[in-house]
């Protein structure tokens, strides 16, 4: 078996693979000078070859070079976003693929936290008066023991980030597609198709769906305004969830307090786009995730090795996506 | 018995007290058509005569009026912070001293938490990159589940504090002056004296010590360096308590990651002053407590109603101040 690891693997993670995978031909297009840290494209003229024959690939090809892999029988991305890969007609047929659902939960849901109180206690704010040298008070603040918080997309980041509210002292409440099963700490289960009516009573409403056909504009002005006057939005999943200029106007009109995007419609976010001067909004640059925690780096690694292992003794794999939904094959958006 | 308010007095607040003390003289310097956000000063002409023959007075008068209170028996701030009150010789002799400890833990720790959360995500450097439109990654983040937490002051802010820091994952140690005892989410309690030993083992460092001629300087840039490469500081107790040039020294050699000041030396800090342009630093102008979340106005107005009513029944006032050391009778710094 031939596995091409497109992705940086460190000294302690190459070790890790060929102990659990001994016997493979394994190829690094990354030199473990990088860190794990590093954003480089790998050389498509030194590797694009190796995955011609490759039986799985880690990390996330560009697309145009799929049609060569002919052997491909796994594609473990290093993301939970499985676009374009997901697509139809894009991976060669019978060939799986499995993301890293799971290793995100922690650092994103961390992040949206941050991002909640940073808009919620005006932070942003006084950041923006540093630059004047302005003393200037802004006035009163929430705290999240008065909160509702509500979470659309009940998966690993969605049902991590109720965790943390509830344990601040919010009301958790989860909405999720096609189950009411939930944790402990959520307070209330709900269906997606109640979403509506939760929204005039939700302090916070924070999205982690997956970006596809049924997701794309799910918040358009309509919803936007459905939301309790004076609430947060959080947005982490996929920017075409939000739509930008509705949430914009609902914004400098007050109704809504402020909104913490991690991704946007666009992305990247071109510099003159109106959503960086929208009132109240913080905007982080998809940067939630990645490997910016160490922890999230190691869980990767070890959710792309036990697939291989999985996939090489024919087992079931741990995070397998459905190619129609884009999402973990259970489910559509948890 | 008179008794002046210098402070706003809601209609709730004012039946509260009306009925708790019956048969009272009650002068109230501010009518109910203002907030309890409003920051206004009261009328020096028309109540500074009411003074003269109070009773008890509640709220922090300009120190010039005091020498006029000749009958003053109890003055309950509407503050933590008792100076100048505190001072020897501002009150009249025999005069009791109340503040309002235990009011503000909720929001101040509320804020601290908001603070480091900022600071560890690098929110504030993303609000920075907002105004240029620009879509940088700022590169790794920490956790909270990774830290030691140091709290220095271990009153109802540096206690309450820690408890949530626990229940988000850190490990958490308390420091305070007189006494080893600690609320079961402190994992380990030190006295003042072992300060400089724990020094190089906390990730975060967080002083909500009051201002006094002990705690002036006492974060000097020795103890500063002292710190744990790449740990945050907070400040919430007052700005004397760090030395703002030594700290901008040490955050600009990358030595501390950043520093949030909720309070600054001088206050309010001028827009010239190099703190406001210092690297990794996050400025609020004193705005953590107050009353900007509505609960704390409502415990200030608890404890000053049950502190009159004790004051009139001759018993032991609940948040009894002493002189010496500007805080509570019981203890220096807790």
Not at 40 to 52: N, Q
Not at 136 to 164: P, W
Not at 279 to 285: A, D, G, H, S, Y
Request: proline share 6%; hydrophobic share 40%; charged share 25%.
């Amino acid at each position: 078996m031939k596995i091409v690891v497109l992705m940086h693997f460190d000294a302690p993670s190459r070790e890790k693979l060929e102990k659990a995978l001994p016997g493979c031909e394994i190829v690094y297009a990354f030199d473990t000078s990088l860190t794990y840290l590093d954003r480089e494209d790998f050389d498509r003229d030194k590797y694009g070859a190796a995955l011609s024959d490759a039986d799985a690939v880690v990390g996330n090809p560009p697309a145009d070079l799929i049609p060569d892999m002919k052997k491909l029988g796994l594609l473990q991305l290093f993301s939970a976003g499985t676009e374009p890969y997901s697509l139809p007609g894009v991976l060669p047929e019978g060939a799986k693929l499995a993301n890293t659902s799971g290793a995100f939960g922690k650092a994103i849901s961390e992040h949206m936290l941050a991002s909640l109180l940073t808009l919620s206690k005006k932070l942003h704010l006084y950041r923006d008066d540093m630059r004047e040298g302005l003393w200037r008070d802004r006035g009163s603040v929430s705290s999240l023991t008065d909160m509702t918080v509500l979470s659309v997309g009940m998966g690993d980041i969605g049902s991590q980030f109720l965790r943390l509210v509830k344990l601040l002292g919010a009301r958790t409440v989860g909405v999720r597609k096609h189950s009411l099963s939930r944790p402990d700490w959520v307070d209330e289960s709900y269906l997606a198709e109640d979403l509506d009516s939760l929204l005039p009573r939700a302090d916070v409403v924070a999205l982690s769906v997956p970006g596809n056909a049924e997701t794309r504009g799910m918040f358009g002005e309509e919803r936007l305004r459905r939301m309790k006057k004076g609430a947060f939005l959080l947005n982490v999943g996929r920017g075409s969830a939000v739509d930008s200029p509705a949430l914009c106007r609902v914004l400098s009109e007050g109704r809504l307090a402020g909104a913490a995007l991690d991704v946007t419609d666009p992305e990247p976010l071109p510099p003159e786009h109106p959503l960086w001067r929208c009132e109240n909004v913080l905007i982080t640059p998809h940067v939630s995730g990645f490997y910016h925690l160490r922890e999230t780096y190691d869980r990767i690694v070890s959710i792309a090795v036990e697939n291989l292992v999985r996939f090489r003794e024919g087992k079931p794999l741990l995070t397998p996506v459905d190619p129609a939904t884009g999402y973990r094959e259970t489910q559509t958006w948890s």
